[in-house]
């Protein structure tokens, strides 16, 4: 995924919100922006050297909040739940 389009779609959130949010994070010096060269309607993101130890961070603390939410879960819950989640996201991509 590399257009703000893309963004928005999976997201579910306005073209507005992604257009703040990437100059913010373009400002901040973590994703680079550059307009395709086929089509100047299209900007492509892509992520800094200076993303990845937010991303790190970020990392951690969904371990963190998964610990939480999984713990005392039998693990063939887990998979059966992932397995359901899985063929609602084939569904929901297929009505695209």
């Known amino acids: 995924m590399t257009t703000s389009t893309q963004l928005r779609v999976v997201l579910g959130v306005s073209k507005a919100l ?12 973590l ?14 993101i892509e992520l800094t050297e200076n993303a990845i130890p937010v991303l790190e961070k970020i990392s951690i603390e969904i371990e963190k909040i998964n610990q ?3 713990k005392d879960i ?7 739940m992932i397995k359901t989640m899985n063929k609602m996201n084939e569904k929901i991509e297929g009505a695209k």
Do not use: A, M, Y
């Open 18 to 29: 992604v257009s703040r949010s990437v100059t913010s994070l373009e400002q901040k010096g």
């Open 31 to 44: 994703v680079l922006v550059k307009s395709d060269p086929n089509d100047k309607r299209i900007s492509h």
């Open 68 to 70: 939480v939410l999984f």
């Open 74 to 80: 039998p693990t063939k819950d887990i998979q059966c």
